[in-house]
């Protein structure tokens, strides 16, 4: 067989196998697992009540949280909650009483949105977005994952920014976690819309 033959012969199966290759490479969900979120709204809702949204059997230390929401209006209550996961009955002040929340202060001259997780044996570790505008999307990530040598890394991403990281020492599994719209033991945020909520569960 002519020499300039079997050259072009390598050459087209090169680029086939190429061509699959990227193929495949589209079909993986661009994050490092290849997992895929598991979508629990992706439709504008009113945060209408506490509303449960599902279980999630085993939540792994790795996992992210993404959430975009709105802020239409303001109302009378002090504190009320867009958002929150947590094992248990989502009583006390535990470890794992905020897998995240999301939570929105109306009073007057104070107002700001509280983002917050357990992390790193503190039940309550948060970060405050203040003088939250109305009629503006947020775009929040709670991300959780894995850095090295047994340490995790937890990072909270305001459209696009990172507002905060911090190393979790303490990750661990939670198990029956429950994923709420609002939040049973407070008031759910009427003046909010939800556009967006998954859950990307790094089992």
């Given at each position: 067989?002519?020499w300039?033959?079997?050259?072009l012969?390598g050459?087209?199966?090169?680029t086939l196998?190429?061509i699959?290759?990227?193929?495949c ?17 992706d439709?504008d809702?009113e ?9 999630i059997?085993?939540?792994s230390?790795e996992n992210?949280?993404?959430?975009k ?6 109302t ?9 996961f947590?094992?248990g009955d989502?009583?006390g002040v535990?470890?794992?009483h905020r897998?995240?929340l ?6 007057q001259g104070n ?7 357990s ?5 309550n570790?948060w970060?405050g ?5 109305l009629?503006?999307d ?8 894995y ?9 909270i991403?305001?459209?696009g920014?990172?507002?905060?990281t911090?190393?979790?020492?303490q990750?661990?599994?939670?198990y ?6 609002g939040?049973p ?7 909010v ?5 998954a859950?990307?569960n790094?089992?």
């Amino acid at each position: 067989m002519p020499w300039k033959l079997l050259v072009l012969i390598g050459i087209l199966k090169f680029t086939l196998i190429r061509i699959g290759a990227e193929k495949c490479f589209k079909k993986v969900p661009q994050n490092y697992h290849g997992v895929s979120p598991l979508v629990v709204i992706d439709k504008d809702e009113e945060v209408s009540g506490n509303v449960l949204r599902g279980i999630i059997p085993v939540l792994s230390p790795e996992n992210i949280v993404h959430i975009k929401f709105r802020i239409n209006q303001w109302t009378n209550i002090e504190w009320c909650a867009i958002l929150q996961f947590f094992k248990g009955d989502g009583v006390g002040v535990v470890y794992g009483h905020r897998l995240p929340l999301v939570m929105l202060k109306q009073q007057q001259g104070n107002q700001h949105i509280e983002l917050s997780s357990s992390v790193d044996g503190v039940w309550n570790h948060w970060y405050g977005v203040y003088s939250p505008k109305l009629n503006y999307d947020y775009d929040v990530e709670f991300r959780h994952r894995y850095k090295g040598s047994g340490v995790y890394v937890f990072t909270i991403v305001v459209n696009g920014e990172i507002v905060m990281t911090k190393d979790n020492y303490q990750a661990k599994q939670f198990y029956d976690v429950k994923m709420y719209t609002g939040m049973p033991q407070a008031a759910f945020c009427g003046g909010v819309t939800i556009s967006y909520l998954a859950v990307t569960n790094f089992l």
